[in-house]
T-cell receptor, first 113, second 113 residues
Framework: EAGVVQSPRYKIIEKKQPVAFWCNPISGHNTLYWYLQNLGQGPELLIRYENEEAVDDSQLPKDRFSAERLKGVDSTLKIQPAELGDSAVYLC???????????FGPGTRLTVL | SQQGEEDPQALSIQEGENATMNCSYKTSINNLQWYRQNSGRGLVHLILIRSNEREKHSGRLRVTLDTSKKSSSLLITASRAADTASYFCATSTRSGSARQLTFGSGTQLTVLP
């Protein structure tokens, strides 16, 4: 069974440029999460989807971040414009729902110069 | 914000020794999970313990949970060099969304051959 797929794995951009990350969850997983992980820290939730509905986006900086999950499968997270402080690893995870195990992708390491 | 706090922040042991990591949290939980993250990779689920359980085993892993002290410990027995990774506890809280995990800042474990 394929795991959570994320692309790109690495991205280097200059500040004020836009950037987008893509995630394909495990087949059949209706719940999808985007996390932000700073160096030396644990992941912090940005947004959670139940199918195509964003049910928890309280931690998403909505002035520059946006996300979508069309058709309730793949998801895209966008930053526009990027700032130096956005340099981090962006993790996508999926689950069957409920309070159990989440399955993580390898992450996208973003560097903003 | 991070609900769980791991202790120690870093741990270095010799191969074959046991490694113990602790996690403290602040609010009532539905369950507590431990994840491992190898350098440059996503998180991998290790074990889940429910709030009404006190101890759980999985292979060389032993997890305990003390809800009165709001703490958990992860014991890895007979450690191997391949166990070198960061270990995170994550709490699924009762008061918030049962599907949201809040991660601690992690323990960096180094197992020396």
């Amino acid at each position: 069974e394929a795991g959570v797929v994320q692309s790109p794995r690495y991205k280097i951009i200059e500040k004020k440029q836009p950037v987008a990350f893509w995630c394909n969850p495990i087949s059949g997983h209706n719940t999808l999460y985007w996390y932000l992980q700073n160096l030396g820290q644990g992941p912090e939730l940005l947004i959670r989807y139940e199918n195509e509905e964003a049910v928890d986006d309280s931690q998403l900086p909505k002035d520059r971040f946006s996300a979508e999950r069309l058709k309730g499968v793949d998801s895209t997270l966008k930053i526009q414009p990027a700032e130096l402080g956005d340099s981090a690893v962006y993790l996508c995870a999926s689950s069957l729902g409920g309070p159990g195990e989440q399955f993580f992708g390898p992450g996208t390491r973003l560097t903003v110069l | 914000s991070q609900q769980g706090e791991e202790d120690p922040q870093a741990l270095s042991i010799q191969e074959g020794e046991n490694a113990t990591m602790n996690c403290s949290y602040k609010t009532s939980i539905n369950n507590l999970q431990w994840y491992r993250q190898n350098s440059g990779r996503g998180l991998v689920h290790l074990i889940l313990i429910r709030s009404n359980e006190r101890e759980k085993h999985s292979g060389r892993l032993r997890v305990t949970l003390d809800t009165s002290k709001k703490s958990s410990s992860l014991l890895i027995t007979a450690s191997r060099a391949a166990d070198t990774a960061s270990y995170f506890c994550a709490t699924s809280t009762r008061s918030g969304s049962a599907r949201q995990l809040t991660f601690g800042s992690g323990t960096q474990l180094t197992v020396l051959p």
